[in-house]
């Protein structure tokens, strides 16, 4: 059982498009984590949300953590190629915040 | 500039020949792990350590072994690899409750 579900696994845009991808768990996270893996390198992070309710822009990126803390969102405005990759969202669970528990990732192919 | 580093990026391998992977890194952090990525797995945590001479189990630590002689160094190590260790391995470093930095990767090969 995966306890971190991303949705949807691949998405295929044209460059402009917006897009919404979707970290959902039934299990309660004190913090939530998004990285970009682009093909032969490792995750980079590209934020973290703390607060139930919380949104954070970075740039064309709005990323919303669920009021309840079991889930969160990522938005892509305006997608270009160089967003282009897989994200990742990780969990640190309450009570245990050394182990973060990963998400199978949403594969993002953006075509000019 | 601060990094992760694994060697080699790339290892094709029979069964049963030990392997070592390398993993350095340069920021002086205390906590660091190994991950393996599996295309329908995900990223799944192999081995970590919380400082040095501190190492413990991760998810899939079946098959590994790891040592933290010193800060900068976590080698991962596989006495007698088989092929369902034919995977995608990540480095990974942090201060306590901060950003973990990953590796570029090694992709192992076990033929």
């Known amino acids: 059982t995966q306890l971190l579900e991303q949705s949807p696994q691949f998405l295929s845009i044209q460059e402009g498009e917006n897009l919404t991808v979707y970290c959902n768990s039934s299990?309660?996270?004190?913090?939530l984590q998004w990285y970009r893996q682009e093909p032969g390198e490792g995750p980079v992070l590209l934020v973290t949300?703390?607060?139930g309710g919380e949104v954070k822009k970075l740039k064309r990126l709005t990323f919303q953590f669920g009021d309840a803390r079991k889930d969160s969102s990522l938005h892509i405005t305006a997608a270009q190629p160089g967003d282009t990759g897989l994200y990742l969202c990780a969990g640190a669970r309450a009570g245990n915040n050394r182990k973060l528990i990963w998400g199978l990732g949403t594969s993002l192919a953006v075509n000019p | 500039e601060a990094q992760v580093t694994q060697n080699p990026r790339y290892l094709i391998t029979v069964t049963g020949k030990k392997l070592t992977v390398t993993c350095s890194q340069n920021?002086?952090?205390?906590?660091m792990s190994w991950y393996r990525q599996d295309p329908g797995l995900g990223l799944r945590q192999i081995y970590y350590s919380m400082n040095v001479e501190v190492t413990d189990k991760g998810d899939v630590p079946e098959g590994y072994k790891v040592s933290r002689k010193e800060k900068r160094n976590f080698p991962l190590i596989l006495e007698s690899p088989s092929p369902n260790q034919t995977s995608l391995y990540f480095c990974?470093?942090?201060?306590?409750?901060?950003?973990?930095?990953f590796g570029n990767g090694t992709r192992l090969t076990v033929t």
């Open positions: 920021m002086n952090h205390e906590y």
């Open positions: 990974a470093s942090r201060v306590p409750m901060g950003t973990l930095h």
């Open positions: 299990s309660v996270f004190s913090s």
């Open positions: 949300v703390v607060t």
